[in-house]
């Protein structure tokens, strides 16, 4: 089955920024998260096709391959990504050949191929997130082989050179007026032959193995963050060079926050009597509580900004900020006396001047002149 357009798939344009990659991405991966959607198997499927489309998009490299070639640049069958380089291999060896060339790749050993590149997806809480952590993880991967260091070779032994290619980890196969080069069939392109095979990895180099690593998280990382751990990922061929451990990012949602960038929302219940009154209330923030004044008669839906209590961003010095909007809670559960109290306060205001309740006066004034209107 085909794939999607990875610029399709995050909903952005081809010009579109990292910034806005990112912002995409975060959007649509916390609508359809399995932790959000349990039992859904498309949210999970859509969920691994957006960390796929973000994974190349929000890299330089792969994206400029993508962008080049489609699908098939940034495809792992090849080697991590087809540059241009690829291409221009294939066409000449090909054309090479045909036309009397004899240069290029012709006769160069392919040599081990680097380790493959691996993926770890980490979560964290909101507090993890913001204030850093080092967590030890377990990773699963193909490790150098302890006592043949890599080479494959019994202990005392070596490979030899591959009297198919001679070494060189390639042969030449004619067919009529193409001549075609290929993996050696001997050596599978390796350019050797390991007579005797080490015990341990059966002559492989390279064995599964899981390993604990400890990961330290900086502070102020977000979801579709990624942290590069060098050389961590799967051993490379015959000895050749690790490749990288990925640590993506995804942060679980708080009961009480919710982050927007660097700032921190949330929703801080007040009664009615204090929102008329005014007075200081305490808050939450992620370092503990502090007190917010409430200004008299405030209404249901304000904001209020508490200046660097957000959180400190990833990439620079600069602190969000914590907005609380109040919400004005109705009373539940009432006495019959309460009710009372209530009944006398609420005919106190209603039989008494409007200024008491401007936007209710002002509310029915517009529906008023609404029907006026209407009935012309």
């Known amino acids: 089955m085909s794939k999607r357009d990875y610029y399709e798939v995050l909903g952005v344009s081809k010009t579109a920024t990292e910034k806005e990659l990112k912002k995409a991405y975060k959007r649509l991966a916390m609508k359809c998260h399995p932790d959000r959607n349990p039992g859904d198997e498309s949210a999970v499927e859509t969920f691994k096709e957006l960390q796929e489309a973000y994974d190349i998009l929000g890299d330089a490299q ?123 069939p001997t050596c599978r392109g390796k350019g050797k032959i390991i007579k005797d095979p080490c015990r341990t990895c059966h002559g492989e180099g390279r064995y599964e193995k899981t390993k604990t690593l400890s990961v330290k998280i900086p502070a102020g990382v977000d979801t579709g963050d990624r942290i590069r751990l060098s050389g961590e990922g799967e051993a490379g061929e015959a000895g050749a060079g690790n490749g990288d451990l990925y640590v993506q990012v995804h942060v679980k949602d708080h009961n009480i926050f919710e982050r927007d960038g660097n700032n921190l929302y949330c929703e801080v219940p007040i009664s009615f009597a204090h929102a008329a009154l005014g007075g200081d209330i305490e808050v939450p923030t992620l370092d503990g509580k502090v007190k917010l004044k409430v200004s008299s008669e405030t209404q249901t839906g304000r904001m209020f900004r508490l200046r660097g209590k957000g959180v400190k961003s990833v990439r620079s010095h600069s602190t969000g900020d914590l907005i609380c909007k109040v919400v004005v809670e109705t009373p539940v559960k009432l006495t019959e006396h309460q009710k009372k109290l209530l009944k006398e306060f609420d005919t106190a205001v209603n039989g008494s001047s409007k200024e008491h309740k401007p936007k209710a006066e002002g509310f029915f004034d517009g529906v008023k002149n609404f029907f006026n209107d209407l009935n012309g």
Not at 67 to 76: E, I, K, R, S
Request: charged share 20%; proline share 2%; glycine share 22%.
């Open 62 to 184: 792969k994206r400029a391959a993508y962008d080049q070639y489609g699908h098939a640049g940034v495809d792992p069958s090849r080697g991590g990504g087809a540059g241009a380089q690829d291409f221009g291999d294939i066409f000449g060896d090909m054309f090479g050949d045909i036309f009397g060339g004899g240069g290029g790749r012709g006769g160069r050993q392919r040599g081990p191929a680097r380790g493959a590149d691996l993926r770890y997806n980490m979560e964290l809480s909101l507090e993890e997130a913001v204030k850093g952590v080092s967590k030890d993880i377990q990773v699963p991967s193909l490790q150098s082989c302890d006592d043949c260091h890599g080479s494959g070779a019994k202990k005392g032994t070596s490979a030899t050179t591959c009297g198919t290619c001679h070494g060189q980890g390639q042969v030449q196969m004619r067919q009529g007026f193409f001549a075609v080069q290929q993996a050696c």
